[in-house]
């Protein structure tokens, strides 16, 4: 009895530590628990990553089909040996296996890919999206590999439509395929049109994803597919002239048509709400510092254009106070600058004109630090700045 004890306490060690060792060294694990039918396949499913093969005594097959003999649920070795008989070009021996191997777990995701590529093969698009939304609801790995697939997918009307009867059932992964499309770049067209079909079977959008997907469009040359999606967004918006005058936008995702405060981490700039419904830009730039603190994407037609503001809290020399510049974002060229005077000048208040020529489609309004040797670098606040057509 005593023996039986310390055998029964030895096996019962070996086995608890066989499954802690399977997750960082499935070698050992096995032997540890060789007897183990779901550490055997850990080991074979690691043996064949390592070295896939259709040789059919190679070592991670032979520790397959001994995995299954010890235990036939182990769904690790059905995929080994489906990905063998893959490799053998024997398409009925792996169906049979990934057939059987979806029976048993649906979090297994080789089998789902397999089930897709089978579905797809045979032209059926709704079997193939059935196993889509199953993967995607089973397995943690599944975004990653089929989210850019489908993403792509998009350009064709028959996958939308049925894509959102779908999301009609709202999967746990919706959410986070409407994240990824939106800002992917994969196919910012096709997923514009998926959205607006989607707005009509009642898809919900966060504003936003939608202002990521115009990024995504303007960065895919789709500019004015871009301004349309902004102006849905933006109903108020207007293509003849700057936006947002007093900075009093608040969103999480600003889009190249929105105001978006320079990337420069050696300067602080931000846009933030005031009290009165508004906003304003603060900035503040270390000594011997310079370049953007704020921009804005625009899409003007050639002419005269006048920009008019305020400043608050700006006390610098004349070589080193901020300026305003329109540049054509076509070659870079600009089209005129706009110095920012001190504050306490004339309330603060600043204008002047940019003209605007007849091969630049898109410009870029910015405001530009000039480093400083002051002590305390450049420092102060715009209110407001708006730049219009000239009458």
Request: proline share 6%.
């Amino acid at each position: 009895m005593a023996l039986g004890l310390v055998v029964g306490g030895y096996l019962g060690l070996t086995a608890s530590a066989a499954n802690v060792v399977v997750k960082v060294d499935p070698a050992r694990a096995h032997l540890l628990a060789p007897g183990n039918g779901v550490i055997t396949a850990d080991y074979a499913q690691t043996l064949f990553t390592q070295n896939p093969t259709a040789d059919d005594d190679a070592p991670s097959v032979r520790l397959a089909r001994k995995a299954l003999r010890q235990d036939p649920t182990t769904v690790e070795a059905l995929t080994v040996l489906g990905l063998h008989a893959q490799l053998q070009n024997d398409a009925a021996r792996t169906g049979r296996i990934f057939t059987y191997s979806n029976l048993l777990s649906r979090r297994e995701l080789r089998p789902k890919i397999w089930a897709i590529e089978d579905a797809v093969t045979r032209g059926d698009i709704a079997e193939a999206l059935r196993q889509y939304d199953l993967a995607l609801r089973t397995s943690p790995d599944a975004q990653s590999l089929l989210f850019p697939t489908l993403t792509a997918a998009l350009v064709e009307p028959q996958i939308r439509a049925r894509l959102l009867r779908i999301l009609a059932t709202r999967p746990i992964w919706e959410e986070s395929f409407i994240r990824y499309a939106a800002s992917s770049r994969i196919n910012p067209e096709g997923v514009l049109k998926f959205f607006a079909e989607g707005r009509q079977a009642g898809v919900v959008v966060p504003s936003d994803q939608r202002a990521a997907l115009i990024n995504a469009l303007f960065a895919a040359g789709k500019t004015d597919l871009a301004w349309k999606a902004y102006a849905r967004l933006r109903p108020n918006a207007r293509r003849d002239r700057s936006r947002d005058p007093n900075f009093a936008l608040a969103a999480d995702v600003r889009t190249i048509f929105d105001w978006q405060a320079g990337y420069d981490p050696s300067m602080s700039a931000a846009i933030l709400k005031t009290g009165d419904g508004k906003g304003l830009l603060d900035f503040a730039v270390p000594p011997s510092t310079g370049g953007v603190l704020v921009h804005q994407t625009e899409l003007l037609a050639p002419g005269a254009y006048r920009l008019t503001g305020q400043s608050v809290g700006i006390d610098q020399p004349e070589q080193s106070q901020p300026y305003w510049v329109l540049t054509c974002q076509m070659n870079g060229r600009e089209l005129g600058r706009i110095r920012v005077s001190n504050s306490a000048l004339n309330n603060g208040r600043f204008a002047g004109h940019f003209s605007v020529p007849e091969n630049c489609t898109v410009q870029t309004l910015s405001l530009v630090a000039v480093p400083s040797d002051d002590i305390s670098g450049v420092s102060g606040q715009i209110v407001r700045a708006e730049l219009v057509p000239t009458e």
